[in-house]
């Protein structure tokens, strides 16, 4: 698959059955997250945050989509990750955005143990350059082309040290900034529905 055919359209068939909404509660805490693409020239382009650095955050400055955990005010999971978009980012995703698919439901990890926390994706489409507004959860915004992603040019490793032994993890490297753990399993969801559908 080329660059080229890598845009909204392409990724909204590939999530074309994943539409559905699996809104039923499930045990244990949740969180959610939006993976907001929109189309460019060169093909779908993809909005990352750099999440800021905070004490007792597991995740504290990774590269990250938007969204946090379910809060009892959001009707749904789907909620979740509007209303986290909402706060993080200052994108209100219910008028500005498309909802285009969502991906599998993952498992959260930090220093390779599960924490009891579920992560739902949800993948949007928006138009042109959106008004963004961080708030102090977020370092930094950008976009990135899906294509070095999928096609492997971007691939890089992270190396990681836990309970004395470091681990040697697979990653992306975005202009200098290194995506991996949850973040790169979830994109390597979208990609392996890409690869199916192709």
Same mark, same amino acid.
């Given at each position: 698959?080329?660059?080229?055919?890598?845009?909204?359209?392409?990724?909204?068939?590939?999530?074309?059955?994943?539409?559905?909404?699996?809104?039923?509660?499930?045990?244990?805490?949740?969180?959610?997250?939006?993976?907001?693409? +929109?189309?460019?020239?060169?093909?779908?382009? &993809?909005? *990352?945050?750099?999440? @800021? !650095?905070?004490? %007792?955050?597991?995740?504290?400055?990774?590269?990250?989509?938007?969204?946090?955990?379910?809060?009892?005010?959001?009707?749904?999971?789907?909620?979740?990750?509007? +209303?986290?978009?909402?706060?993080?980012?200052? &994108?209100? *995703?219910?008028?500005? @955005? !498309?909802?285009? %698919?969502?991906?599998?439901?993952?498992?959260?990890?930090?220093?390779?143990?599960?924490?009891?926390?579920?992560?739902?994706?949800?993948?949007?489409?928006?138009?042109?350059?959106?008004?963004?507004?961080?708030?102090?959860?977020?370092?930094?915004?950008?976009?990135?082309?899906?294509?070095?992603?999928?096609?492997?040019?971007?691939?890089?490793?992270?190396?990681?040290?836990?309970?004395?032994?470091?681990?040697?993890?697979?990653?992306?490297?975005?202009?200098?900034?290194?995506?991996?753990?949850?973040?790169?399993?979830?994109?390597?969801?979208?990609?392996?529905?890409?690869?199916?559908?192709?």
């Amino acid at each position: 698959m080329s660059p080229l055919q890598i845009d909204v359209a392409c990724v909204r068939r590939a999530l074309s059955s994943r539409t559905h909404l699996e809104l039923e509660s499930k045990t244990g805490q949740r969180a959610a997250v939006a993976a907001i693409l +929109r189309d460019c020239p060169g093909g779908a382009e &993809l909005l *990352l945050i750099r999440r @800021a !650095a905070r004490e %007792g955050d597991p995740w504290s400055g990774h590269m990250a989509l938007p969204g946090g955990r379910q809060q009892p005010e959001d009707a749904d999971i789907f909620q979740t990750a509007v +209303r986290e978009t909402l706060e993080e980012v200052g &994108l209100d *995703l219910s008028k500005e @955005a !498309a909802l285009i %698919g969502r991906l599998d439901v993952i498992e959260a990890v930090s220093r390779m143990r599960r924490v009891g926390l579920t992560i739902s994706p949800f993948v949007f489409a928006v138009e042109g350059e959106p008004e963004l507004h961080t708030n102090v959860e977020v370092e930094e915004v950008l976009w990135t082309p899906l294509a070095p992603l999928f096609e492997g040019t971007a691939s890089t490793s992270m190396h990681y040290d836990v309970d004395g032994s470091t681990l040697k993890l697979p990653a992306w490297d975005v202009r200098g900034r290194i995506v991996w753990g949850l973040t790169y399993r979830m994109l390597q969801g979208l990609f392996e529905a890409l690869l199916a559908n192709s």
